[in-house]
């Protein structure tokens, strides 16, 4: 009987327990309101947020003042992409983005289309990648936002966002990189990805749910936002709500961790990633969803020819796998994703993604080249 295995750090990770430990004590001892200026439990609570501010602006190579702490990367996206056309709607209620991006991006154009916005989603190759050229014959003048993630949460691929900025600068519009996936995988700097606005969320680098971040760029050019949620005018009036304390110290915390250890992280992802991959691949009829030489260092997307991924998912429940992403999983529908891609029906319904974290280990690759080789031999002897 092996051992469970932990293969879905793209839907979460644990909070590591340094994280923690920092974040405990704003529980409890030190609960005080960051908005209280009039005493000593508020000061403190309001110096570690601001402490945790430049922590996470550091991550991305921001200022502290450009960093709006939210409630996760959904949250971020929707204050960027409403927030944006509210404010520019004079300039027009055009955006652009890809076929291939997250949900929170998809769902809130879907929503903006209808209230009368236009939305122009390009499609990708089979590696992931759009056309630079038609991406910028999309942009028009009355396009206010192109939305492009820096990683893809379900297959790993990265886009070229720097050359996308400069096209979206040219045309003089502005650029949301969705960086939720890449931050603590893969450098991030919103001035060498171009990044107007950014997206984070803590949970995907080691820290708690329930908290990320928007960097709002404030110079060449200064960003301005429409606020979603209106109230006492906590962050600069773009999210109010009394601060999340712990989160945000959590948050703080993770992005030093992140930063301090990124390189090393990704040289062990990478690592174990292409050790799995390359014996699953030696299966025969198992290819690679998306481009292999742009990607993150954890993430494998594999398609295993003539499997039903959700049997296969059934026969391996000592390993938690996913199909497509945590936010579509419960539909059963097929990965948006790997369909922009042109990834034929039945090659989806056998695609696996493995996203690896830093606690896995050789031993657990070993174990998990094993146990999904069988379940793909006995499934295909049974076909
Ligand atoms: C997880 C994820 C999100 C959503 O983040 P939450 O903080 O969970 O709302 C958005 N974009 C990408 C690429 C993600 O991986």
Redesign the pocket.
Known sequence: MSASVYLDH???TPVDPSVLEVMLPYFSHDFGNAASHTHAWGLKASRAVEKAREQVAALVGAEPQEIVFT???????NLAIKGVCEIYAQKGRHIVTLQT?????LDCCAYLEKTGAEVTYLPVGRDGLPDLAQLERAIRPDTVLVAV?R???ETGVLQPVDAIARIVHEKKSLFLC????AAGKIRVDVNEDGADLL?L????FYGP????ALYVRRRNPRVSLAPLIHGGGHERGLRSGTLNVPGIVGMGAAAVLAAENAWTIGEHLSKLRTWLEQHLLDLGGVYINGSTRHRLPNTSNLCFTGVRADQLITRLPQLALSAG???TSALREPSHVLLAMGIPQADIHASLRFSLGKDNTEEQMKEVLAAVVAAVNHLRAQA
């Open positions: 793209n839907a979460t409630s996760g990367a959904t949250e971020a996206i991006e997250h949900k929170a991006v993630m990683a893809n949460n969705d960086a939720t996936q997206c969320s803590a949970h995907k749910k329930g908290t990320g992403s945590a936010c």
